[in-house]
């Protein structure tokens, strides 16, 4: 079987400077997801950067099966002013059907809608894009990027500025996207999240680590990932991993 | 005063019926002019565009020959200026503009020159020819369906550029289209409304109507209404007032764009005095 995302030898740089990320090296079979951990500039925006195409590789080769993948961006650079409701905007995502000249057809329509209510925003279907919240417009954004219907999605950071109740829904989402068979890459700054996906990949400028959480979230994975930004938790977590936080994203009490 | 007197010379009935045409295009293509931010360079181009028309009125061949040859140069030239960075491409394109626009006035003012240019900065609906009118009906078709046919592209890039890139629409592309609609327009437009007027029209209702509409396709019909509706009034007004035809309808555009303006204040003042729910 062949992986829907590989990237071999991998090395991205941004003009002619030292590569921002480098030695990256993993597959993902499709049906299956993977956690992308890193820290503020570890490369994880780079590596989705790449796989998109926009970036060259320096070296190395990457490829994600399937056509064009679906890529929820970590800045959302949106134009608040422009008149479209949330429906319009989730409605964009079937624009990767190719047929941009023609209108919208009344599925591509159902679809935008049965995306927002798996986002959670049904009851803003109507609502001006740009009166919306920054979460909500991500939510918004991510819907976009379902509709697509891509077989793999990269989302960059999709669930910073979420709330907790919407953010969980979001993660179960994530597993019903890679049931449908798709790939998922989700970067994420939450390492207590990353438990929950199929492979873990640890980013700072090189490749730290890659394989199922169980065997990278290690204390020494971990710090070698994030430095002086990681708190490891001495008490191992319910599957035996170890329980860590990073500094700026520090939520838990103990 | 006869209300259709205007409609019973075939001067003036022609007048509208160009004004119409321009007004229905370039109206709804203007909110996409405005919406990308090229009220500034459609304003160069327009204006750098002068040259062509002199050549081809000195020359005798057709002015919107002339037009188009002008909006291409006008466009190098704003290109090639625009390059050095210590500059600014603002700064450069005023200077290369304003050349063209004193390069095309000198060509004008020669002693042996017909006497057009005043009609050529200013327009002169009432001089439309038939074949300005079959252009101004052939720029309203076709860039009318460019326009649908381009409606989800330009939609999807105007609300964010990269996103639509994974989406698979070239903001590049899509850019260019525009620059070539937008070239399009301002070489038929021009023969109506002079290069120093024509931005009216592209701009003048867009502004109008902003903010006003929830929907960018609803936006464009009605700019396209009033830039019809504007243009009409601009030819009443001139027949009456025995005002120049192309000023009165300029002035009608930026009258519109005023009162659109005007109204969205006062319901934003409106809006932010009345007490939350
Ligand atoms: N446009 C750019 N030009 C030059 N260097 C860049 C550019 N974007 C990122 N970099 C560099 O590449 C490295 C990796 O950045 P990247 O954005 O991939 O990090 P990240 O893991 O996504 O960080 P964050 O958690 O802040 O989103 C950083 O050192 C950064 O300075
Ligand atoms: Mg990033």
């Known amino acids: 079987m062949t ?123 109507g609502d001006r894009f740009g009166e919306l919240s920054g979460g909500q417009r ?34 179960r989402l994530f597993g019903e996207l890679r049931d449908e068979g798709r790939a998922l890459l989700v970067s994420t700054h939450d390492v207590d999240s990353a438990r929950a996906f199929d492979r873990v990949l640890c980013v700072n ?38 329980r860590a936080v990073t500094v700026q994203h520090h939520h838990h009490d103990h | 005063m006869d209300l259709l007197e205007p409609l019973q010379s075939g001067i003036e009935r022609r007048a509208l019926a160009e004004v119409v045409l321009l007004g229905a295009f370039c109206g709804a293509f203007g909110c996409w002019v405005t919406t990308f931010r090229l009220s500034y360079p459609a304003e160069s181009l327009a204006h750098g565009l002068l040259p062509g028309l002199v050549v081809a009125a000195l020359a005798g061949i057709p002015l919107l020959l002339g037009g188009v040859a002008g909006v291409a140069v006008a466009a190098l030239a704003v ?30 003012l020669t002693p042996d020159a017909p006497a057009r240019l005043e009609e050529l900065l200013f327009g ?21 369906l460019a326009l649908v046919a381009l409606h989800r592209p330009l939609a999807a890039v105007a609300l964010d550029a990269g996103g639509a890139r994974s989406l698979g629409i070239s903001a590049t592309a899509v850019r260019f289209a525009l620059l070539a609609l937008l070239a399009a327009a301002l070489a038929v437009a021009v023969q109506g409304l002079g290069s120093l007027l024509v931005l009216a029209v592209l701009i003048g209702p867009a502004v109008a109507v902003r903010g ?35 000023a009165s309808v300029a002035l009608a555009l930026c009258a519109a764009a005023a009162l659109g303006a005007l109204v969205r204040g006062v319901a934003g003042r409106r809006a932010a005095a009345s007490p939350s729910p």
């Open chain 1, 138 to 171: 991500q939510r918004v954004l991510l819907a976009r990027a379902i509709v697509q219907d891509a077989r793999v999605l990269l989302l960059d950071e999709p669930l910073a500025g979420v709330d907790p109740a919407s953010a969980e829904r979001i993660e």
């Open chain 1, 3 to 125: 992986a829907a995302v590989a990237a071999s030898g991998l090395a991205v740089a941004y003009g002619g400077g030292r590569p921002a990320l480098e030695r990256v090296e993993f597959e993902l079979a499709a049906g299956s997801s993977l956690c992308v951990l890193g820290p503020n500039g570890g490369g994880k925006t780079t590596l989705f950067r790449a796989l998109t195409g926009e970036l060259a590789p320096l070296r190395g080769t990457v490829s994600v099966a399937g056509g064009r993948p679906a890529y929820l961006a970590q800045t959302e650079r949106t134009r608040l002013d422009f008149p479209v409701s949330a429906l319009d905007v989730a409605l964009m995502g079937s624009l990767a059907n190719g047929r941009w000249w023609l209108p919208a057809r009344r599925s591509d329509r159902a679809t935008a809608r049965a995306a927002l209510d798996r986002v959670g925003l049904a009851d803003r279907a």
């Open chain 2, 124 to 144: 002169d609906p009432l001089g439309v020819t038939d074949g300005d009118l079959a252009a101004a009906a052939a720029l309203a078709l076709a860039g009318g």
């Open chain 1, 205 to 242: 400028h090189d490749q730290i680590a890659f394989g199922a959480p169980a065997d990278v979230l290690s204390r020494e994975v971990l710090e070698r990932t994030y430095g002086a930004e990681i708190v490891v938790l001495d008490e191992p977590g319910p599957d035996g991993t170890v």
């Open chain 2, 79 to 108: 290109a090639v200026a625009g390059r050095d960075a210590r500059v600014g491409s603002d700064t450069a394109t005023a200077v290369a503009v304003t050349g063209l626009l004193g390069l095309g006035s000198l060509l004008a």
């Open chain 2, 212 to 246: 006003h509409f929830s929907t960018p396709g609803r936006s464009m019909a009605a700019a396209a209404v009033v830039a019809a509706l504007a243009g009409v009034a601009g030819i009443y007004a001139s027949a009456w007032l025995g005002t120049a035809a192309g």
